[in-house]
């Protein structure tokens, strides 16, 4: 070795030593914090209990990480399956676990050909490892179900395979209580949006409800009781879910925002941010950055429903520089680096930061910020683009500038023709409904009166074949309060009022909703509801911290 590269040599083992002793005293104080934290707050993640073949005193480990995965904290759940395999190799039935987590929400879709490739990897190594009981051989062969032939077999086509094979296990091992638990989650995950009876919800509902009896401290009997109740009609039932499942499992982020789904959808808002603050802040203190913009996206819907714009613009900034609010050493990662992460890792967390800004301006109709708002993209998530797309072309009408919401508009017809051919039709379907929308309201720009009610209309019975996903508190903008406000415009309050009312069965407490309604009534000449729905939106409203101009008319 001649002199120079010598001189390298040692340089940069000057320059590596140097770099571990600065980011050592970092390493130590976070896992001292970490640490304290732990006594501070000893983990609670309710009650879980799986029989396993795994090595003798391996059970308390094995329980714990099916507890998260049961809480969807799926990296942490990861992490611990992975512990048990640590002691035990030949654990075949932790490989099962570590795939389910890494298959992850259930209710999201867009599994990449990545995460499908690595999940099918881990429990071809379950299946080499050779399960010691036919029981857990079932529980395997299940879960590859969700993996099988992925490159030649559709998501839905594979998800409902593994329901019938959870099925089958679940009659085979009838005193198996997690078999039925997972079962019941594969019900309610395959629920189709455009069924109205909700059979699949109300089937995995009664298998959950009667698992609630036997185990009431389960963690995932009321995690899926909730799934299964997330739709408006069914909400009510979910209620004593919600108020039980934060205090099952208080050291799980996801256990703290879930029950804001109900509240969400009674139209509950103070109890949707009292849950969702807690959520948002143990995932800053878990350095869980896709359950921290879950939970806010969730917080800054309840925030504007009540006009508490200021809490809810401190939610978009936090939104918009989230990696110092991760906590750990994410508070040391480039902005356009953690966004980076974020956009690839998790559509729904995606999908959290290009939806809250658009909600915040879009409740407030603040039409020149919308126009303004920055184009959020996630390559596998591309409906998450049309979510700006859409607040963009509704701003550029409104505000009489057609020509910009039609280029806004073709942006839509090309996302939904990738969400097509990709045969990712839930979200095809959402998107058609955003271009619908806007076109509507563009037509109106341009003076189409019948184009844009029969647009708007057919976006309207779109939108009630269909449901909300799992990733977000409720459409963007609903199309019945839109097609409301474009009666409105037309001084037809009376069939106005008809729109805001069914927008209020669907969506409880809605702000614009409930003062569309009011105002419509108020013009219709109806001052009974009038006064109603205004006294209704000033108590949704009581602890506003902005007097919003259609409060000053409540007044």
Same mark, same amino acid.
């Given at each position: 070795?001649?002199?120079?590269?010598?001189?390298?040599?040692?340089?940069?083992?000057?320059?590596?030593?140097?770099?571990?002793?600065?980011?050592?005293?970092?390493?130590?104080?976070?896992?001292?914090?970490?640490?304290?934290?732990?006594?501070?707050?000893?983990?609670?993640?309710?009650?879980?209990?799986?029989?396993?073949?795994?090595?003798?005193?391996?059970?308390?480990?094995?329980?714990?990480?099916?507890?998260?995965?049961?809480?969807?904290?799926?990296?942490?759940?990861?992490?611990?399956?992975?512990?048990?395999?640590?002691?035990?190799?030949?654990?075949?039935?932790?490989?099962?676990?570590?795939?389910?987590?890494?298959?992850?929400?259930?209710?999201?879709?867009?599994?990449?050909?990545?995460?499908?490739?690595?999940?099918?990897?881990?429990?071809?190594?379950?299946?080499?490892?050779?399960?010691?009981?036919?029981?857990?051989?079932?529980?395997?062969?299940?879960?590859?179900?969700?993996?099988?032939?992925?490159?030649?077999?559709?998501? %839905?086509?594979?998800?409902?395979?593994?329901?019938?094979?959870?099925?089958?296990?679940?009659?085979?091992?009838?005193?198996?209580?997690?078999?039925?638990?997972?079962?019941?989650?594969?019900?309610?995950?395959?629920?189709?949006?455009?069924?109205?009876?909700?059979?699949?919800?109300?089937?995995?509902?009664?298998?959950?409800?009667?698992?609630?009896?036997?185990?009431?401290?389960?963690?995932?009997?009321?995690?899926?009781?909730?799934?299964?109740?997330?739709?408006?009609?069914?909400?009510?039932?979910?209620?004593?879910? !919600?108020?039980?499942?934060?205090?099952?499992?208080?050291?799980?982020?996801?256990?703290?925002?879930?029950?804001?789904?109900?509240?969400?959808?009674?139209?509950?808002?103070?109890?949707?941010?009292?849950?969702?603050?807690?959520? !948002?802040?143990?995932?800053?203190?878990?350095?869980?950055?896709?359950?921290?913009?879950?939970?806010?996206?969730?917080?800054?819907?309840?925030?504007?429903?009540?006009?508490?714009?200021?809490?809810?613009?401190?939610?978009?900034?936090?939104?918009?520089?989230?990696?110092?609010?991760?906590?750990?050493?994410?508070?040391?990662?480039?902005?356009?680096?953690?966004?980076?992460?974020?956009?690839?890792?998790?559509?729904?967390?995606?999908?959290?930061?290009?939806?809250?800004?658009?909600?915040?301006?879009?409740?407030?109709?603040?039409?020149?910020?919308?126009?303004?708002?920055?184009?959020?993209?996630?390559?596998?998530?591309?409906?998450?683009?049309?979510?700006?797309?859409?607040?963009?072309?509704?701003?550029? !009408?409104?505000?009489?500038?057609?020509?910009?919401?039609?280029?806004?508009?073709?942006?839509?017809?090309?996302?939904?023709?990738?969400?097509?051919?990709?045969?990712?039709?839930?979200?095809?379907?959402?998107?058609?409904?955003?271009?619908?929308?806007? %076109?509507?309201?563009?037509?109106?720009?341009?003076?189409?009166?019948?184009?844009?009610?029969?647009?708007?209309?057919?976006?309207?019975?779109?939108?009630?074949?269909?449901?909300?996903?799992?990733?977000?508190?409720?459409?963007?903008?609903?199309?019945?309060?839109?097609?409301?406000?474009?009666?409105?415009?037309?001084?037809?309050?009376?069939?106005?009022?008809?729109?805001?009312?069914?927008?209020?069965?669907?969506?409880?407490?809605?702000?614009?909703?409930?003062?569309?309604?009011?105002?419509?009534?108020?013009?219709?000449?109806?001052?009974?509801? !009038?006064?109603?729905?205004?006294?209704?939106?000033?108590?949704?409203?009581?602890?506003?911290?902005?007097?919003?101009?259609?409060?000053?008319?409540?007044?």
């Amino acid at each position: 070795m001649n002199r120079n590269l010598r001189n390298r040599y040692r340089r940069l083992r000057w320059a590596i030593l140097v770099l571990a002793l600065a980011i050592a005293p970092l390493a130590v104080y976070f896992t001292v914090q970490d640490h304290r934290r732990s006594n501070l707050y000893p983990e609670k993640l309710g009650t879980v209990h799986f029989e396993t073949s795994c090595a003798p005193g391996i059970a308390p480990k094995f329980d714990r990480a099916l507890a998260l995965l049961h809480s969807f904290e799926f990296p942490a759940a990861i992490d611990a399956f992975h512990v048990v395999l640590q002691e035990d190799r030949t654990c075949a039935i932790a490989y099962w676990g570590i795939a389910l987590s890494q298959w992850g929400n259930p209710f999201a879709g867009h599994r990449t050909p990545k995460m499908l490739h690595e999940g099918a990897a881990i429990l071809q190594q379950g299946l080499s490892a050779g399960a010691r009981t036919e029981r857990e051989s079932d529980y395997i062969a299940a879960a590859a179900e969700l993996y099988k032939n992925a490159d030649a077999v559709d998501e %839905s086509t594979r998800a409902l395979n593994y329901e019938r094979a959870m099925q089958q296990l679940a009659q085979k091992y009838p005193n198996d209580f997690e078999a039925q638990i997972f079962y019941a989650l594969a019900l309610a995950q395959n629920a189709q949006p455009g069924d109205k009876t909700y059979a699949r919800q109300l089937q995995a509902a009664a298998i959950l409800e009667n698992a609630s009896q036997k185990q009431p401290d389960h963690p995932g009997v009321t995690h899926y009781l909730i799934h299964a109740y997330d739709t408006p009609s069914l909400a009510p039932r979910g209620l004593n879910a !919600a108020l039980r499942y934060a205090s099952i499992a208080p050291s799980a982020p996801h256990a703290l925002h879930m029950p804001s789904h109900i509240f969400t959808r009674v139209g509950d808002w103070q109890s949707s941010i009292d849950a969702n603050v807690a959520s !948002a802040k143990a995932a800053r203190d878990q350095h869980s950055p896709g359950e921290l913009l879950h939970a806010l996206d969730y917080l800054a819907y309840a925030y504007l429903q009540t006009a508490q714009d200021r809490s809810a613009k401190d939610v978009v900034e936090q939104m918009q520089s989230a990696g110092r609010y991760v906590g750990g050493w994410r508070s040391y990662a480039p902005e356009s680096l953690f966004r980076f992460f974020i956009r690839r890792a998790s559509p729904a967390a995606a999908f959290a930061l290009a939806a809250t800004p658009a909600r915040y301006v879009l409740e407030r109709e603040a039409w020149t910020e919308a126009s303004a708002l920055e184009v959020y993209t996630a390559p596998e998530a591309p409906y998450t683009e049309a979510i700006t797309r859409f607040a963009r072309a509704l701003s550029f !009408a409104r505000s009489g500038d057609p020509a910009s919401a039609r280029r806004e508009i073709a942006e839509l017809e090309k996302l939904h023709a990738k969400l097509a051919a990709n045969n990712d039709l839930y979200w095809a379907e959402q998107v058609e409904i955003e271009r619908l929308s806007a %076109s509507a309201w563009a037509a109106r720009a341009e003076g189409k009166q019948e184009d844009a009610l029969s647009l708007m209309r057919l976006a309207a019975e779109k939108e009630d074949r269909t449901e909300k996903s799992a990733v977000t508190p409720g459409p963007l903008k609903p199309a019945r309060e839109l097609l409301g406000e474009l009666l409105l415009e037309f001084d037809q309050p009376q069939l106005a009022l008809k729109e805001f009312e069914a927008t209020l069965i669907q969506e409880p407490n809605r702000f614009r909703a409930i003062y569309g309604a009011a105002h419509a009534a108020r013009l219709a000449g109806d001052g009974g509801k !009038a006064r109603a729905y205004y006294q209704r939106l000033l108590l949704v409203c009581r602890n506003a911290e902005v007097n919003r101009p259609e409060l000053q008319e409540a007044r």
